[in-house]
């Protein structure tokens, strides 16, 4: 069974400054990808970053970078230069190598912005 | 390209009732995923389908199932509804089980009363 944490409380930002979502998994498959999805006051979810467990390099995708400690089972969510349009919902999940379709997500934490 | 689009987008049904919602994956997309979000449960994996073929399930009780058409067009449709079935429903498609990127359509949110 895998298992996603985020415990965090609402998170609030200044505009342009960085901010940390913290992730805490657990699982006993031996490989996995780990995911994050924002969704925003509209309800789609919109995909970030995904991590392999096997993968040496913390993964980017501009704005975002995913700092993966396989050793502590985390996968936190970094935004550097946060913007207004990044204040929403975001999710971390999982899944087994080979099933990457079949996610377990964590309960969320709310990011706010402020200008 | 067209993204995932599901319909209806809102539904209200009464308990008892049964309901089908769709989803029609991007272009190209053979793998379509299934959630249940609800405030309480948060994001809860349904079923997934892959060439027509139901690969992994969540879950949930029988009353809950789906199908996946030639086309990758994906229904799914809950028996007996029950008040805890309100919910969003969000349809995800893939190119793949092991593709790293889920495409999540707008999801249907079902009220049941």
């Known amino acids: 069974a895998q298992k996603i944490t985020q415990t965090q409380p609402g998170m609030f930002v200044q505009e342009k400054e960085a901010v940390t979502l913290d992730c ?63 204040s929403a919902m975001y999710f971390c999940a999982m899944s087994p190598t080979g099933a990457n379709s079949k996610l377990t997500f964590g309960k969320g934490i709310t990011l706010s912005v402020r200008p | 390209k067209a993204g995932v689009t599901q319909t209806p987008r809102y539904l209200i049904k009464t308990r008892g009732q049964q309901v089908t919602l769709s989803c029609s994956p991007i272009s190209g997309h053979r793998s379509v995923s299934w959630y249940q979000q609800t405030p309480g449960q948060g994001l809860q994996f349904l079923f997934e389908y892959f060439s027509e073929t139901q690969r992994n399930k969540g879950n949930f009780p029988g009353r809950f199932s789906g199908r996946q058409f030639s086309n990758s067009r994906s229904e799914m449709n809950v028996s007996t509804l029950e008040l805890g079935d309100s919910a969003l429903y969000l349809c995800a498609s893939s190119l793949g089980p092991e593709a790293e990127t889920q495409y999540f359509g707008p999801g249907t949110r079902l009220l049941v009363l």
Do not use: C, H
């Open chain 1, 24 to 86: 805490t998994y657990d699982t006993s498959d031996p490989s996995y990808g780990l995911f994050w999805y924002k969704q925003p006051s509209s309800g789609e979810m919109i995909f970030l970053i995904y991590q392999g467990s096997y993968d040496q390099q913390n993964a980017t995708e501009g704005r975002y970078s995913l700092n993966f400690q396989k050793a502590r089972k985390s996968a936190n969510l970094v935004i550097s230069a946060s913007q207004l349009g990044d």
